[in-house]
């Protein structure tokens, strides 16, 4: 069914469904903070960890790093984010709301016609009124405030450190995690005896007083970072190209297809060049991939060229050499940096978009939950059809307690079983197991059960009965990525479409 997700719509579910909840909800809430539930913390986890397995672990060039948070505030001085992390902010004379000076043109605006009798109307982003042909000058939300001149505006959230307030020294929240492997390049490269060209990767929580927060979590004051930090000597070339250039280029492929191998369709991502006015004062040049969230095109990561700004920039702030000695040319050399930097959080809102389907089963509606199987927040659902059945129950119990050592396993005997089939399609999980009468027999008309258990497929709701002692290796190879057909046909006759 071609339908377009809305926020509202995601919001909803994610709520429903223990994905993300609104922090401090009872309180009535905190402006752009949100917490992730049961489910959605299962779903970071996985995307963290198919990320670190995929950048750090299965690579021989590249190393982990989990920085600490505060820094030293020489950091941030070094790094140009004291002088230069700020956005240009105004504000309503009349309602006092605050907004970004560069994003005015962005979203919808409040317009009082003089035209039409001074008829409100919401007027498309950067457009001029359809009726009197001006364009926004006043507040885009109240319609009717002045706004002030631009002012800069810094996005470090800063607090004290030490037990004596006025003593106390200054610090900053991160507002990315780069500088934590920038300051540790000289550790890192002693302590692994890396030779160029190395990465180093790092996930953690970032923090960023944004002016206009929103969009549910795609922009939130606290956020959490998957960043590399890949050094290159500059004087190397590879296939004919500077190696920064070379492997700019790589870091951009491999950024995208990172995200098309767990499931985002090629036609929501996009690249997008910065040019020239836009490019930060280090950057040698930077491209964002985009991805079409409801609410349009926007950034998803962004990999730069950051050239050897920042360890020049510490080198200078610390005293300190951050040089490689390149043994073939007989020289120091301060590497250059290429950063491919994305947000976990915008990265699960886009796989969450990209996962949801609606779709008509027999004149009823299924929502599902598309997920990548290694990004599923369970894998297995175990499903008692007769809870009043002891023999099933234990038996399901027992295929719980067994799968649960390997995988996020769920269990649910709280609805008959199409409901509950739905339900672990709404949150993506790919595989369910029933356990009926047929798996254990029926002792009173001396009926010995078959020992075998349903699975059921999310996608194609096709289902086969598989022996117990197999199933554990038939969910493996399909949690791998085994093809349902291929791996059902050992089963036989048994694969057939959803019955209940
Ligand atoms: P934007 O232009 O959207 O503010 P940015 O270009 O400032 O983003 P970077 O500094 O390049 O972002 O940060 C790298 C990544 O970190 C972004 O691509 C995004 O995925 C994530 N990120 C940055 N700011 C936020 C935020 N406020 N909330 C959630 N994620 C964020």
């Not at 302590?191 to 970032?206: D, E, N, S, T």
């Not at 990209?354 to 997920?371: I, Q, S, T, W």
């Not at 295929?399 to 949150?427: K, N, P």
């Amino acid at each position: 069914m071609a339908m377009s997700l809305t926020m509202e719509t995601l919001v909803s579910l994610c709520k429903r469904r223990g994905f993300i909840f609104q922090s401090s909800e009872i309180y009535g809430g905190i402006a752009s903070c949100w917490d992730y539930g049961p489910l959605g913390a299962e779903l970071k986890q996985n995307i963290k960890r198919a990320w670190w397995r995929d950048h750090v672990q299965l690579r021989p060039d590249m190393v982990g790093l989990d920085a600490s948070i505060l820094m030293h505030p020489t950091v941030w001085k070094a790094s140009g984010h004291v002088d230069h992390f700020t956005d240009p902010m105004v504000d309503c004379r009349e309602c006092r709301r605050r907004f970004r000076a560069d994003k005015l043109d962005e979203t919808p605006w409040t317009h009082y016609c003089s035209a039409k009798k001074g008829n409100k109307f919401a007027v498309p982003p950067g457009e001029p009124c359809a009726h009197c042909g001006t364009r926004r000058s006043l507040c885009p939300e109240c319609g009717k405030g002045e706004l002030t001149p631009p002012r800069q505006f810094n996005l470090m959230f800063r607090t004290f450190m030490g037990a004596v307030e006025e003593e106390a020294t200054l610090v900053y929240l991160r507002p990315e995690t780069a500088q934590g492997i920038f300051v540790n390049f000289d550790n890192v490269l002693q302590a692994m005896r890396r030779k160029l060209p190395f990465g180093i990767a790092q996930i953690g929580k970032a923090f960023r007083n944004e002016i206009t927060p929103g969009n549910f979590i795609f922009r939130t004051h606290e956020f959490e970072q998957m960043e590399i930090e890949y050094f290159v000597n500059p004087n190397d070339t590879v296939n004919g190209k500077s190696a920064d250039e070379y492997w700019h280029e790589r870091w951009i492929e491999g950024s995208l297809a990172w995200f098309q191998r767990y499931g985002m369709r090629a036609e929501r991502l996009r690249l997008r060049e910065h040019d020239k006015e836009e490019l930060a004062h280090y950057a040698k040049r930077t491209a964002d991939i985009e991805y079409r969230f409801p609410f349009g095109w926007s950034e998803l990561m962004g990999i730069a060229n950051r050239t050897d700004f920042d360890l020049r920039q510490h080198a200078q702030w610390s005293g300190k050499a951050l040089t490689y000695f390149d043994e073939e040319r007989k020289e120091h050399v301060v590497p250059y940096v290429i950063e491919p930097s994305a947000g976990v959080d915008r990265a699960l809102l886009a796989f969450l978009v990209d996962a949801y389907r609606e779709e008509e089963v027999r004149g009823e509606r299924r929502v599902l939950l598309k997920l990548h199987p290694e990004l599923a927040p369970v894998k297995v659902a175990v499903l008692p059809l007769l809870k009043k059945r002891e023999d099933i129950v234990r038996t399901a119990q027992g295929i719980r307690a067994e799968l649960a050592r390997r995988w996020a396993v769920s269990y649910d005997d709280t609805a008959a079983i199409g409901r509950l089939y739905r339900r672990q399609d709404e949150v993506g999980t790919p595989f369910c197991v029933t356990v009926d009468v047929r798996t254990v027999g029926d002792a009173e008309r001396a009926e010995r059960g078959d020992g075998r258990v349903t699975i059921r497929d999310r996608d194609s709701m096709q289902q086969v009965r598989v022996p117990i002692p197999e199933l554990r290796s038939v969910l493996q190879e399909l949690l791998d990525g085994g093809e349902w057909g291929t791996v059902t046909a050992r089963f036989g006759a048994g694969a057939s479409p959803e019955a209940g």
